[in-house]
C-alpha cells in the first residue's frame, strides 16, 4: 500500500474532509502546490480555487476554497478555508447571483475598505466559476 498523508480541511462551519491521501493539489497564494508523505514544513496563504484530492493516482474529490491557510508536515496537510464545498455542489445560477452582487457592491463601494471587501468577493466569484467551467476565462 502508497504512503499516505492526512489531510482535514476545516471550514468556520465544520469538518469538511478528513481521510488520509496519496496527494493534495492546494491552490497557494503564490501558486498551486502539492503535498505529499514526507513533506517539507510549509504554510501557506490560500487563494480562491479548486482543491484536488488524490487516491490511486487520479482525482478523488475537488473542493472549491474561498481562500484560507494550509499548513503541510511531513504526515498531515491540514487547510483551514473561509469557505468550502464540493464543485458538484456549486450551483452556476447562485453563483451568477452572487456575482453580480458583488460587481454591483464594487461599483458602489464608497472608501478602500468596502472596494477591497467587494474586489474580494469578486475574486472569489471568478475562482467559483472557473471551477464550474475550467474553460471560462475570468475578467
Known sequence: ??????????SPERLVFSEPVEM????GAEG???????????????RPGVIDV??????????????GFAEVTAERCTVLAEE???VGELDAGAVASRT??????????ADDRSRAVA?????????????????????
Do not use: W
Open 1 to 10: 500500500m502508497a504512503e499516505t498523508l492526512q489531510f482535514e480541511l476545516v
Open 24 to 27: 493534495v493539489v492546494v491552490p
Open 32 to 46: 498551486d502546490f502539492g503535498a505529499m508523505p514526507r513533506h517539507s514544513l510549509l504554510i501557506s496563504a490560500v
Open 54 to 67: 488524490y487516491q490511486n493516482g487520479s482525482v478523488t474529490h475537488r473542493i472549491f476554497v474561498a481562500g
Open 84 to 86: 468550502a464545498l464540493a
Open 100 to 109: 453580480d452582487a458583488a460587481r454591483t457592491a464594487l461599483n458602489a463601494a
Open 119 to 139: 474586489q474580494r468577493e469578486v475574486a472569489v466569484c471568478e475562482a467559483m466559476q472557473l471551477a464550474l467551467d475550467p474553460k471560462a476565462v475570468a475578467h
